[in-house]
């Protein structure tokens, strides 16, 4: 079992910039690690991957080039930086892991977070 433990969402103006940090219970090296979001009314989707190690990583075409994964697998915390913010990004925000290989499907991932409310205003 791993927990997950989402912070750093809030209210932040267009424009403006986050950090959420995602930290886990136990060692996550053996796990791959993403971000996802769900805004009211509309299917949970895919934000953002990163691999065991952080070698290689995965964006949604919405958020590339603003948003960035980051891991720290000694502090067993994965992040999520996210720059040029805009009103359709408002949503819940959600960590999730699976072991070994990253995905962009949420149904492959075993444990998630409780999530961590980003609002943007215009």
């Known amino acids: 079992q791993v927990q997950l433990v989402e912070s750093g969402g809030g209210l932040v103006q267009s424009g403006g910039s986050l950090r959420l940090s995602c930290a886990a219970s136990?060692?996550?090296?053996?796990?791959?690690m993403g971000w996802f979001r769900q805004a009211p009314g509309k299917e949970r989707e895919f934000v953002a991957a990163?691999?065991?190690?952080?070698?290689?990583?995965y964006y949604a075409d919405s958020i590339k080039g603003r948003f960035t994964i980051s891991r720290d697998n000694a502090k067993n915390t994965v992040y999520l930086q996210m720059n040029s913010l805009k009103p359709d990004d408002t949503a819940v925000y959600y960590c999730a892991a699976r072991p070994l290989r990253t995905s962009s499907d949420p149904q492959d991932y075993n444990y998630w977070g409780q999530g961590t409310q980003v609002t943007v205003s215009s």
């Open positions: 990163i691999s065991l190690r952080g070698s290689s990583t």
């Open positions: 136990r060692t996550q090296s053996t796990y791959a």
